[in-house]
């Protein structure tokens, strides 16, 4: 999430009640998480294994929970608990800005498109041409929709990102990470029913131009999916994945999250992914391998009785 003008670090410092290492003249440009950074961002690590990370990444400033040197040309604030910190920034440049009405008036909604009854399109949405939005779709704040697209019937876009911390000394133990990005539906999209797209925790969830997707998927927060691909009914894919152009997943394929999957991949029905998969080559299982091998594979398991019998006479 970009800011609509830069904001003084020293300001930040003293809204989060963080003390500041490092050059107190920068400015702030927006909020990112580590993944998405980029020069002028606010990044916050919690956990020593990703300070390495942080610190070496593109972010200007990190909200930190250890006094560590502060690398040059970047801030550090340091603070007890940088999620809470980082929730605080959020919830202050992208607060809830509540509907007044079922579309909104700050909503840009280009020539020729369609919405049906029902629809739901929240603040700053723009939605481009000759569009067809059909009943009961929901379209959450700041969302893009391209041209030509189609939304079915009581689809999602934008909803939160499923993003937790645990705090197992308290009762309720799972604070939110507030997101305060965007999803961007490209041009030439077909998205079918009752699918459900969660919008980044700070960066943008993309579905590339020309992907068509059947019923009932789910695709997680801050995902990008290239053009070209076509995702059968149940698919669900997990948070920051990225799927390169003219993929193929049919039927209940599961996609963990922050992995990718190259161009031009197929994934059969009911497989799982847990890793990264090279393109080009057709998948099956769980874990995935390669198609052919396991398809052997399972043959020879089918065949585990009449060798058993033939070893053993039993």
């Not at 909200?63 to 940088?82: F, H, M, Q, S």
Request: hydrophobic share 40%; charged share 20%.
């Amino acid at each position: 999430m970009k800011f609509n003008e830069p904001i003084a670090v020293t300001e930040i410092a003293a809204f989060i009640g963080a003390e500041l290492e490092g050059d107190d003249t920068l400015m702030a440009t927006g909020i990112n998480e580590i993944h998405k950074v980029e020069p002028g961002d606010i990044s916050f690590v919690d956990f020593a294994k990703y300070y390495d990370a942080c610190l070496r990444s593109a972010a200007t400033i990190i909200i930190i929970n250890k006094k560590v040197t502060c690398p040059p040309g970047k801030v550090l604030l340091v603070t007890d608990d940088p999620f809470s910190a980082y929730v605080k920034l959020v919830k202050r440049f992208r607060p809830f800005e509540p509907a007044t009405n079922p579309i909104s008036d700050s909503a840009v909604i280009g020539e020729g498109t369609i919405i049906q009854p029902n629809v739901f399109v929240g603040n700053h949405v723009t939605i481009g041409t000759n569009c067809i939005i059909h009943p009961n779709v929901t379209i959450y704040d700041n969302s893009i929709i391209g041209n030509n697209v189609i939304i079915h019937a009581g689809t999602v876009i934008g909803a939160d990102a499923f993003y937790f911390k645990k705090r197992a000394d308290r009762e309720v133990m799972y604070d939110k990470l507030e997101s305060c990005g965007r999803v961007i539906i490209e041009d030439d999209v077909e998205i079918g029913a009752g699918c459900t797209i969660d919008k980044g925790v700070s960066g943008d969830t993309i579905i590339g131009r020309g992907t068509k997707f059947d019923n009932m998927i789910h695709i997680g927060h801050g995902t990008v999916i290239g053009r070209n691909c076509l995702f059968a009914g149940q698919v669900g894919v997990g948070g920051k994945a990225h799927i390169e152009d003219n993929v193929i997943l049919w039927g209940q394929v599961g996609v963990s999250k922050d992995l990718t999957i190259g161009k031009g991949a197929v994934v059969l029905a009911q497989s799982g992914v847990p890793s990264s998969l090279e393109g080009g080559k057709v998948y099956f299982g769980s874990p995935v391998e390669d198609a052919k091998v396991k398809m052997k594979e399972i043959n020879w398991i089918k065949r585990i009785p009449e060798i058993w019998q033939k070893l053993y006479g039993h």
